[in-house]
């Protein structure tokens, strides 16, 4: 694992988004493990510019996104599958439908479906590139402090302080879900390879706790230094050194 100041959000981004292109352009069956939030804004509004540059065909990548909120339908404006369309495949719609997948946070069962989305990942696997942010207390994907290290997709209660870093996306605090159906840490580590990105002041204290090199349960993204090929890219103000 190696940390990376790239020195702003928009030199970061860009070049996620270079390298996500590349991985497509290179194998036209790519699978992409995608990330939301406001970190990856740009890593999108670049991939989908590079793609209408270069009219590359997409049709055949299969992209997984690492989690959604239960309780929203796919059309609620602030769900992740709103999102992903809204920001990456209705900006470039040659990517098949059939193909992007999201777990369904308004599945009747959702204990099983965070097992069919598990089986998904199993199946049409492995990812590629699995793209993630990082939440001011360490959480990836929605892998809270204290989850299971060797966790696969699972229904996670979020904790108060991500209900609140998320409260700005909804209109009152009291509207945000209280669970999500996330990837799991053993999920994530199933990725041939992952770039996490970090940006802001805010997210120094879990740059510098994941700096470490040692695997805590209380910070889950600790979890990557089990893993071979982790990159991980921040800003200015982000950076632990």
């Given at each position: 694992m190696k940390i990376t100041n790239l020195g702003s959000q928009s030199y970061a981004s860009f070049y996620v988004a270079c390298e996500l292109y590349k991985q497509m352009?290179?194998?036209?069956?790519?699978k992409l493990g995608l990330a939301t939030g406001g970190t990856m804004v740009d890593v999108y509004r670049f991939l989908?510019?590079?793609?209408?540059?270069?009219?590359?065909?997409?049709?055949?990548?299969?992209?997984?996104?690492?989690?959604?909120?239960?309780g929203l339908t796919s059309n609620h404006p602030q769900s992740y599958h709103y999102y992903m369309n809204d920001i990456l495949f209705n900006q470039y719609p040659y990517f098949t439908?059939?193909?992007?997948?999201?777990p369904r946070g308004d599945a009747d069962d959702l204990d099983q479906e965070?097992?069919?989305?598990?089986?998904?990942?199993?199946?049409?696997?492995?990812?590629?590139?699995?793209?993630?942010?990082?939440?001011?207390n360490g959480h990836i994907g929605f892998n809270e402090p204290g989850t299971d290290?060797?966790?696969?997709?699972?229904?996670?209660?979020?904790?108060?302080s991500t209900i609140q870093a998320n409260s700005r996306y909804f209109e009152h605090e009291a509207e945000v879900p209280k669970q999500a159906v996330s990837m799991g840490l053993a999920s994530i580590l199933k990725a041939k390879r992952i770039i996490l990105l970090a940006f802001g002041e805010k997210k120094r204290a879990a740059i510098t706790k994941l700096a470490q090199k040692e695997v805590n349960k209380d910070v889950p993204a600790t979890i990557l230094h089990a893993h071979p090929n982790v990159e991980i890219y921040v800003d200015d103000a982000a950076a632990p050194f």
């Open positions: 352009n290179g194998d036209k069956h790519s989908v510019e590079l793609l209408h540059k270069n009219q590359l065909d997409v049709s055949d990548v299969i992209t997984f996104n690492l989690d959604e909120y239960v439908t059939t193909q992007t997948y999201i965070a097992k069919r989305y598990e089986q998904l990942i199993d199946e049409l696997g492995p990812v590629d590139i699995q793209i993630l942010g990082i939440g001011e290290l060797n966790s696969p997709t699972h229904i996670v209660d979020l904790t108060e």
